[in-house]
């Protein structure tokens, strides 16, 4: 079993930067998949970007060049970096792990998700 825990969103203007923490409890951490997914009013939730174990990435085309995920897994902790935000990135952020690197391609749901943290950008 994994828990997540999302911080560090908040309302930014445009054109500002953004980190997302991920923080995960269980061992298995440096084992599995990691996503960020987003999900704003009245629209379908979206892959944002994922990365596998052995740090292999995959992001959405509207965010290439402009966001970074990474992890860190002595902390157990993965990151969002949004840089250049726009306000059509305005969306609740979601944190999500899976030990099925399939997951990163967008092909699976992932099993394990947080609660969820807010960005606001603002024109």
């Known amino acids: 079993q994994v828990q997540l825990v999302e911080s560090g969103g908040g309302?930014?203007?445009?054109?500002g930067s953004l980190?997302?923490?991920?923080?995960?409890?269980?061992?298995?951490?440096?084992n599995i998949a990691v996503a960020w997914y987003r999900q704003?009013?009245?629209k379908q939730r979206e892959?944002?970007?994922a990365i596998t174990s052995g740090g292999i990435t995959n992001y959405a085309d509207s965010v290439k060049?402009?966001?970074?995920?990474?992890?860190?897994?002595?902390?157990?902790?993965?990151y969002l970096q949004m840089n250049s935000l726009k306000p059509e990135d305005t969306a609740v952020y979601y944190c999500a792990a899976d030990p099925r690197e399939?997951?990163?391609?967008?092909?699976?749901?992932?099993?394990?998700?947080?609660?969820?943290?807010?960005?606001?950008?603002?024109?």
């Open 102 to 123: 399939s997951v990163v391609a967008g092909t699976r749901t992932p099993i394990y998700w947080g609660q969820g943290t807010q960005v606001t950008v603002s024109s």
């Open 40 to 42: 704003a009013p009245g």
């Open 47 to 49: 892959l944002v970007a």
């Open 65 to 78: 060049g402009r966001f970074t995920i990474s992890r860190d897994n002595a902390k157990r902790t993965g």
């Open 11 to 15: 309302l930014v203007q445009a054109g």
């Open 19 to 30: 980190r997302l923490s991920c923080a995960a409890s269980g061992s298995i951490f440096r």
